[in-house]
């Protein structure tokens, strides 16, 4: 299985400019995809193909990265931004990320 | 308009078998994959298995000869079934679709998800 390690939280303030990382253990190509989930809810779609926004999500959310490193960044992050992120590969048998929460000061 | 949703027990007991519906509309089943993936209270997503559109099925091999996936295309319906349920399996149950204009296969879509506890 591919492994996708996620640093587990971040503490930003709003305003600031957060990055999400997203390191795959072994190339995924750019079949790498981002998910913000709210406590209760289902994931939502935000980045596919690494760097594509998904359709009606802020352009304040914006991906990068090919191969085994992904980043997702937030920029200017806001306060409803509150959530915790995962990257998900589509290159092999889906696999997810642990998570990032990320929280506002 | 795209939907899924997850029916199901909130409750099941060791050992026995656990049966969820996803029940979609606004799309084809014979047109897109789903999926389903499950998350502990507190945890992460862990895939499970996918219907794909031609009807076959694939499965993570850590659910082993546990996990069954079937499809009934009239009624716009995908079903779970895992038997020999044990407390770890006790999580929210989701169903999505996979997205196929995307050049990758994201899950655009999700239902809400049914949380099942496994109950001695």
């Known amino acids: 299985d591919t492994v996708l390690t996620q640093s587990p939280a971040l503490a930003v303030s709003p305003g600031e400019r957060v990055t999400i990382s997203c390191r795959a253990s072994?190339?995924?190509?750019?079949?790498m995809h981002w998910y913000q989930q709210k406590p209760g809810q289902q994931p939502k779609l935000l980045i596919y193909?690494?760097?594509n926004l998904e359709s009606g999500v802020p352009a304040r959310f914006s991906g990068s990265g090919s191969g085994t490193d992904f980043t997702l960044t937030i920029d200017p992050v806001e306060a409803d931004d509150t959530a915790t992120y995962f990257c998900?590969?589509?290159?092999?048998?889906?696999?997810f990320g642990g998570g990032t929460k990320l929280e506002l000061k | 308009q795209v939907q899924l949703k997850e029916t199901g027990p909130d409750l099941v007991q060791l050992t026995q078998t656990l049966s969820i519906t996803c029940t979609v509309s606004?799309?084809?089943?014979?047109?897109?994959?789903v999926h389903w993936v499950r998350q502990p209270p507190g945890k992460g997503l862990e895939w499970m298995g996918a219907?794909?559109?031609?009807?076959?099925?694939d499965y993570n091999s850590a659910f082993k000869s546990r996990l069954s996936i079937s499809r009934d295309t009239s009624k716009s319906q995908v079903f779970l079934k895992m038997n020999s349920l044990q407390t770890d399996d006790t999580a929210k149950y989701f169903c999505?679709?996979?997205?196929?204009?995307?050049?990758?296969?994201?899950?655009?879509?999700w239902g809400q998800g049914v949380m099942v506890t496994v109950s001695s």
């Open positions: 219907m794909w559109n031609g009807g076959g099925t």
């Open positions: 193909g690494a760097s």
């Open positions: 606004g799309f084809s089943l014979t047109t897109y994959n």
């Open positions: 998900q590969q589509s290159w092999n048998d889906p696999t």
């Open positions: 072994e190339s995924v190509s750019t079949g």
């Open positions: 999505a679709r996979q997205g196929i204009n995307y050049g990758s296969y994201p899950f655009d879509y």
